[in-house]
């Protein structure tokens, strides 16, 4: 495939990872044990400090072809070479191509962003944050545990879809098509239909919970 000249492209190392999905914005820190990736990481860290994380497809045996790049921040090395990095999710990236395949991937990627958006997306922003809030409050008083959203989760359309998808658990097809979409309303939308089925689901329980403690007073 040739890019058109207008779109920006670069050659990036990637790093596949099974059931990870990494979002802007969010950290994911790795250690790096396997001999190609420690070649990849000192490769990297003489250079920008960015490669791109891709999850694998367990199902199709090859990696997602969007990804998202990662800059490491911090690193410390262990014996036998191995490595702890702690990284940050940047720009999010289509594979256009592989260019090398060992020993380890080098792939030609376009950077991607969501479009401008048609609507005033502040009262989809407000609903959705209202829901987190809704299933953060069943879920405390489902657990008997104090379950508190973090001070620094953003409001800001962009980023806020990014945060939700980062912590949806278990997940990871569904945070890859999160990951791929490029209108910040469908992400948001998509985002709330799932809180909507997880706190109607929490509910449920909460109310079951509640019936059997009252039957055995």
């Known amino acids: 495939m040739t890019p058109s000249s207008s779109i920006a492209v670069r050659e990036l190392p990637l790093f596949p990872l099974p059931e990870l999905v990494l979002f802007p914005g969010r950290p994911l820190p790795l250690h790096i044990f396997?001999?190609?990736?420690?070649?990849?990481?000192?490769?990297?860290?003489?250079?920008d400090r960015r490669f791109g994380?891709?999850?694998?497809?367990?199902?199709?045996?090859?990696?997602?072809?969007?990804?998202?790049?990662?800059?490491?921040?911090q690193f410390q090395r262990l014996p036998d070479d191995r490595m702890k990095?702690?990284?940050?999710?940047?720009?999010?990236?289509?594979?256009?191509?592989?260019?090398?395949?060992?020993?380890?991937?080098?792939?030609?990627?376009?950077?991607?962003?969501?479009?401008?958006?048609?609507?005033?997306?502040?009262?989809?922003?407000?609903?959705?944050?209202?829901?987190?809030?809704?299933?953060?409050?069943?879920?405390?008083?489902?657990?008997?545990?104090?379950?508190?959203?973090?001070e620094t989760m953003p409001d800001l359309p962009i980023e806020l879809s990014y945060w939700i998808a980062?912590?949806?658990?278990?997940?990871?097809?569904?945070?890859?098509?999160?990951?791929?979409?490029q209108d910040t309303a469908a992400r948001l939308e998509r985002e709330a239909?799932?809180?909507i089925s997880t706190r109607n689901h929490l509910a449920a329980r909460t109310v079951l919970k509640e019936t059997l403690e009252d039957t055995l007073k």
């Open 193 to 195: 239909e799932i809180l």
């Open 53 to 73: 994380v891709l999850m694998w497809d367990q199902n199709q045996g090859k990696p997602a072809n969007v990804g998202c790049c990662a800059e490491i921040i």
């Open 85 to 150: 990095i702690l990284t940050v999710g940047q720009q999010r990236f289509r594979v256009l191509e592989y260019v090398r395949e060992k020993p380890y991937r080098i792939g030609l990627v376009e950077w991607i962003e969501d479009y401008p958006p048609k609507k005033d997306l502040r009262p989809l922003t407000q609903n959705v944050a209202q829901l987190l809030q809704d299933v953060v409050r069943l879920s405390s008083k489902l657990t008997e545990q104090e379950i508190v959203l973090p």
């Open 166 to 181: 980062s912590n949806l658990y278990g997940v990871a097809e569904e945070q890859q098509a999160l990951l791929e979409m």
């Open 34 to 47: 396997e001999f190609r990736y420690r070649i990849m990481m000192n490769t990297i860290l003489e250079s």
